[in-house]
């Protein structure tokens, strides 16, 4: 049983608890690391030291050029050890391999994007309608970052805040989901080796109610950056208000893939697979409602019905797996009982529908390729989030219809839609309420296109040339150059 530390001030920190707890392999059922249980005392001490770290010693003292060529060398040590923390994450998380490798691997461009963008950040100089003075801008960094990372995508979404943080020239307090903390404890170690400077990255591992809420509530923490679900994200928000700190927050989804019956049906149902089952559901921009002009809606369903029934599931390390466990107990227990209030609702099994028990599955969490045909958008399966692998089909009539079911949520992290026409594309582009919208395609994320939600889907954007700014205040500089003082008591 490997035995994990926490990580402040460039070394490993054991708790102030004195206790740890164990983290399951989802394939298993069954523990393979301990983690450390931190407290509030592990939150100061934590905060503190990146307190520090920002306004003396080394990382202060770099110039963006440096910072930025460091992130830089982030990245290439990251790349250089994609498989090791891939398989961590695999082993913490039980999603496929092939997807956390796909993912790890990736990620290393984050820190080249912002590493790049480092020594870019400009202030301006405004031009004066007064005479005798002269004024420029400056952005500096916003200071102590709180962020708090969700189980599913633990590396990947992590870099997606931490990159322009640093590139920004923030320090940052990680708070992992006390069920994937591994890879990000590991992540630390190579970055610390890597000639990050003690106090920059710091991790601090446990439970919400132990070090999250410390955390944000710590008044050296400037901003706070979370990823998870719209419950959390709410509490954290208002805790945040209180200090005024700044807050990024990317939340739950219940996302529309529409297909229209003028799309390509084999890449439509192959897009709709990929989008609610390729992750096993466990990804807040799931295409977890399938909106089907009512036409080809048989068609497509049974093309849906027909792919999804092939889907191969086991060990998750295993490269031919295309569908993995559930990552928790009680996330388990939670798909299983939506699926239970979908029947009871009257929505129509059509495909799967109970926990896998098949010999490949071992003693891991699964549960079926679950697909309800018969829906109606009103139902709990089509409105709120279930993390899991189910999908919600609902047929719709024409395109003002299917832009009424789309947008009849209280999420707006994502959207599909799947059509020939151009023009149609545009105008759902344009009225469909969501952070992002693909077009013949799901699922695609980069570095360079912002990413985030409106409505119940969060606050904020990350990713693209925005993000950095985020990590940014404005401070205006006023020079008098030799203005004549005059009336004290006028403002000038």
Same mark, same amino acid.
Request: charged letters at 20%; glycine letters at 10%.
């Given at each position: 049983?490997?035995?994990?530390?926490?990580?402040?001030?460039?070394?490993?920190?054991?708790?102030?608890?004195?206790?740890?707890?164990?983290?399951?392999?989802?394939?298993?059922?069954?523990?393979?690391?301990?983690?450390? *249980?931190?407290?509030?005392?592990?939150?100061?001490?934590?905060?503190?030291?990146?307190?520090?770290?920002?306004?003396?010693?080394?990382?202060?003292?770099?110039?963006?050029?440096?910072?930025? +060529?460091?992130?830089?060398?982030?990245?290439?040590?990251?790349?250089?050890?994609?498989?090791?923390?891939?398989?961590?994450?695999?082993?913490?998380?039980?999603?496929?391999?092939?997807?956390?490798?796909? %993912?790890?691997?990736?990620?290393?461009?984050?820190?080249?994007?912002?590493?790049?963008?480092?020594?870019?950040?400009?202030? $301006?100089?405004?031009?004066?309608?007064?005479?005798?003075?002269? +004024?420029?801008?400056?952005?500096?960094?916003?200071?102590?970052?709180?962020?708090?990372?969700?189980?599913?995508?633990?590396?990947?979404?992590?870099?997606?805040?931490?990159?322009?943080?640093?590139?920004?020239? !923030?320090?940052?307090?990680?708070?992992?989901?006390?069920?994937?903390?591994?890879?990000?404890?590991?992540?630390?170690?190579?970055?610390?080796?890597?000639?990050?400077?003690?106090?920059?990255?710091?991790?601090?591992?446990?439970?919400?109610?132990?070090?999250?809420?410390?955390?944000?509530?710590?008044?050296?923490?400037?901003?706070?950056?979370?990823?998870?679900?719209?419950?959390?994200?709410?509490?954290?928000?208002?805790?945040?208000?209180?200090?005024?700190?700044?807050?990024?927050?990317?939340?739950?989804?219940?996302?529309?893939?529409?297909?229209?019956?003028?799309?390509?049906?084999?890449?439509?149902?192959?897009?709709?697979?990929?989008?609610?089952?390729?992750?096993?559901?466990?990804? !807040?921009?799931?295409?977890?409602?399938?909106?089907?002009?009512?036409?080809?809606?048989?068609?497509?369903?049974?093309?849906?019905?027909?792919?999804?029934?092939?889907?191969?599931?086991?060990?998750?390390?295993?490269?031919?797996? %295309?569908?993995?466990?559930?990552?928790?107990?009680? %996330?388990?227990?939670?798909?299983?009982?939506?699926?239970?209030?979908?029947?009871?609702?009257?929505?129509?099994?059509?495909?799967?529908?109970?926990?896998?028990?098949?010999?490949? !599955?071992?003693?891991?969490?699964?549960?079926?390729?679950?697909?309800? $045909?018969?829906?109606?958008?009103?139902?709990?399966?089509?409105?709120?989030?279930?993390?899991?692998?189910?999908?919600?089909?609902?047929?719709? *009539?024409?395109?003002?219809?299917?832009?009424?079911?789309?947008?009849?949520?209280?999420?707006?992290?994502? +959207?599909?839609?799947? $059509?020939?026409?151009?023009?149609?594309?545009?105008?759902?582009?344009?009225?469909?309420?969501?952070? $992002?919208?693909?077009?013949?395609?799901?699922?695609?994320?980069?570095?360079?296109?912002?990413?985030?939600?409106?409505?119940?889907?969060?606050?904020?954007?990350?990713?693209?040339?925005? +993000?950095?700014?985020?990590?940014?205040?404005?401070?205006?500089?006023?020079?008098?150059?030799?203005?004549?003082?005059?009336?004290?008591?006028?403002?000038?």
């Amino acid at each position: 049983m490997q035995r994990y530390d926490m990580f402040i001030d460039g070394e490993s920190h054991p708790p102030s608890t004195d206790n740890w707890f164990p983290t399951d392999n989802p394939y298993l059922g069954a523990p393979w690391a301990e983690i450390a *249980r931190g407290g509030p005392r592990d939150v100061d001490t934590a905060v503190r030291a990146a307190h520090r770290a920002l306004g003396t010693g080394p990382w202060a003292e770099l110039t963006a050029s440096a910072r930025g +060529a460091l992130l830089h060398r982030l990245g290439d040590t990251v790349a250089a050890h994609a498989r090791p923390l891939a398989e961590t994450e695999v082993r913490d998380n039980g999603k496929l391999f092939t997807e956390m490798h796909g %993912q790890v691997s990736y990620l290393a461009q984050w820190f080249h994007y912002y590493g790049g963008l480092a020594d870019k950040i400009e202030g $301006t100089v405004p031009p004066m309608d007064k005479k005798g003075y002269f +004024a420029y801008t400056r952005k500096e960094p916003v200071g102590v970052v709180a962020v708090i990372t969700p189980w599913n995508s633990p590396l990947l979404l992590l870099a997606w805040k931490i990159a322009p943080a640093l590139a920004a020239g !923030c320090t940052v307090v990680v708070k992992p989901s006390e069920f994937t903390s591994a890879s990000t404890l590991e992540l630390a170690r190579l970055f610390h080796e890597a000639g990050l400077p003690p106090g920059v990255f710091n991790v601090v591992t446990g439970f919400g109610q132990d070090v999250g809420a410390a955390l944000v509530e710590h008044p050296l923490v400037r901003k706070v950056s979370f990823t998870g679900s719209d419950t959390t994200g709410r509490r954290i928000n208002q805790a945040a208000a209180r200090d005024f700190k700044h807050v990024s927050l990317e939340l739950g989804g219940k996302s529309p893939n529409v297909v229209f019956a003028d799309a390509d049906l084999e890449a439509a149902v192959n897009g709709a697979v990929s989008g609610i089952f390729a992750a096993t559901g466990q990804t !807040c921009i799931a295409g977890s409602r399938l909106l089907v002009q009512d036409s080809v809606h048989d068609e497509v369903v049974d093309r849906l019905l027909e792919l999804a029934g092939t889907a191969r599931m086991g060990d998750p390390m295993d490269e031919d797996t %295309q569908v993995g466990p559930i990552t928790t107990p009680a %996330q388990y227990a939670k798909v299983l009982d939506y699926i239970r209030i979908a029947r009871e609702e009257g929505a129509e099994l059509a495909l799967g529908g109970k926990a896998a028990t098949r010999p490949e !599955c071992g003693d891991g969490w699964f549960v079926e390729p679950t697909v309800f $045909t018969g829906v109606s958008n009103s139902m709990r399966i089509a409105q709120e989030e279930v993390f899991g692998p189910v999908l919600a089909v609902i047929p719709f *009539r024409d395109e003002e219809e299917a832009i009424a079911l789309a947008n009849d949520s209280r999420y707006g992290l994502g +959207a599909g839609v799947w $059509t020939r026409d151009i023009g149609r594309a545009f105008r759902m582009a344009e009225r469909v309420h969501s952070g $992002t919208l693909w077009v013949n395609t799901y699922r695609a994320v980069s570095y360079l296109a912002p990413f985030g939600g409106v409505k119940d889907s969060g606050i904020g954007r990350e990713n693209g040339i925005g +993000a950095i700014t985020s990590y940014l205040e404005d401070k205006s500089v006023w020079i008098n150059t030799g203005a004549p003082t005059g009336d004290p008591f006028v403002l000038r």
